[in-house]
T-cell receptor
Framework: GDSVTQMEGPVTLSEEAFLTINCTYTATGYPSLFWYVQYPGEGLQLLLKATKADDKGSNKGFEATYRKETTSFHLEKGSVQVSDSAVYFCALNRETSGSRLTFGEGTQLTVNP | NAGVMQNPRHLVRRRGQEARLRCSPMKGHSHVYWYRQLPEEGLKFMVYLQKENIIDESGMPKERFSAEFPKEGPSILRIQQVVRGDSAAYFC?????????????FGDGTRLSIL
């Protein structure tokens, strides 16, 4: 079945450091890939998405490139801020999976001033 | 607020009671999804509904759990005879259409605690 694997957390960085959160997936066909962010006590917010191979999703300084050859969708940001502290979820959606999202376990990011 | 609205935000029940969780999708959205998040875990799909129809309930436990999305009113996730293991955050999401490219927009969740 479908699965998403994220790098183990938690991740702690200093402000302005470079961020990478690894995400790999297992799925048949051509899924769409998403990154969601969850702030404490809130729901998930869509951060960015990519719908086909080599697409790059970007938003608020975050980027991720859909790499079909390595089945990966790593999240990157060049300079993190304290306000980026949150839990980040990688997810996929296959056309034939009934529109359900399959999520990774989440990666807790803490950015210190 | 035009986002996905869930209520209550927090719900406390004793073992054996019933829990009812409500979700109003974004305006114009007719597709609703329910997910459950256990402590320290990711979200797991439970059920996908369109107005008056259950499209996919493969993630729902076979007993005690049910969901509906009536023609009028919010979607309801009902848990009968709750047990401690039902303690979790339950999230509702909605989308304007079906398909892998449709982004799902999430509510803030209902945090269910079972005493």
């Amino acid at each position: 079945g479908d699965s998403v694997t994220q790098m183990e957390g938690p991740v702690t960085l200093s402000e302005e450091a470079f961020l990478t959160i690894n995400c790999t997936y297992t799925a048949t066909g051509y899924p769409s890939l998403f990154w969601y962010v969850q702030y404490p006590g809130e729901g998930l917010q869509l951060l960015l998405k990519a719908t086909k191979a080599d697409d790059k999703g970007s938003n608020k300084g975050f980027e991720a490139t859909y790499r079909k050859e390595t089945t990966s969708f790593h999240l990157e940001k060049g300079s993190v801020q304290v306000s980026d502290s949150a839990v980040y979820f990688c997810a996929l959606n296959r056309e034939t999976s009934g529109s359900r999202l399959t999520f990774g376990e989440g990666t807790q990011l803490t950015v210190n001033p | 607020n035009a986002g996905v609205m869930q209520n209550p935000r927090h719900l406390v029940r004793r073992r054996g009671q019933e829990a009812r969780l409500r979700c109003s999708p974004m305006k114009g959205h007719s597709h609703v999804y329910w997910y459950r998040q256990l402590p320290e875990e990711g979200l797991k799909f439970m059920v996908y509904l369109q107005k008056e129809n259950i499209i996919d309930e493969s993630g729902m436990p076979k007993e005690r759990f049910s969901a509906e999305f009536p023609k009028e009113g919010p979607s309801i996730l009902r848990i009968q005879q709750v047990v401690r293991g039902d303690s979790a955050a339950y999230f509702c999401a909605s989308s304007s259409g079906q398909g892998k490219n449709q982004p799902q927009h999430f509510g803030d969740g209902t945090r269910l605690s079972i005493l």
